[in-house]
């Protein structure tokens, strides 16, 4: 049987934090504000997966403001999502997503941020889907307030 999941997350734009997308770190301006490394992307795509597994979400596994999540490189998250999918005996099939920003452009990043999202979640880089678009200078992120993210999953 086929099980499909849903993502979105949202992160804050803050000066002085590196700014880090499906595990790339990205050159700009500001990076985003969470407790982790605030990987908004990644942290769409584990939602994503963790639904398509039957289970709860991110803060489930990641509570919010844990000591332990201080920082998280997100793609550790990615690889606990594997391993639930290990232990469920379940595989993942493919992901998607989109990220919402204004800017930076990611899509030159695309690449790189495939192959750690593929590498982390254990499937190959082609069955990882990123896309972006502006918001066209609308609502909060338009503002360059932050960016959005939001992906699908299929495991089966
Ligand atoms: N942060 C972004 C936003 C967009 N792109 C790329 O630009 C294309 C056009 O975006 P519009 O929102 O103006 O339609 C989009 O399809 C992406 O290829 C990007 O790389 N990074
Ligand atoms: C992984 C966690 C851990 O604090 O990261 P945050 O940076 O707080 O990010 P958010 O997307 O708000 O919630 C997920 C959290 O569980």
Sequence with gaps: MHMTGIGYDVHRFKEGRPLVLGGVTIPHTHGLDGHSDADV???AIAD???????QPDIGFFF???????KDICSLKILEKCREVADQ???SIVNVDSTIIAE???VLPHREAMREKIGAALG?????VG????TNEMMGFVGRKEGIAAMAVAECR
């Design 41 to 43: 992307l990644c942290h």
């Design 48 to 54: 994503a997966v963790l639904g398509a597994l039957g």
């Design 63 to 69: 509570p919010p403001g844990d000591p332990a999540c």
């Design 88 to 90: 469920e005996g379940l």
């Design 103 to 105: 800017a930076p452009k």
């Design 123 to 127: 499937i190959p880089p082609q069955r």
């Design 130 to 133: 990123i896309k972006a678009t």
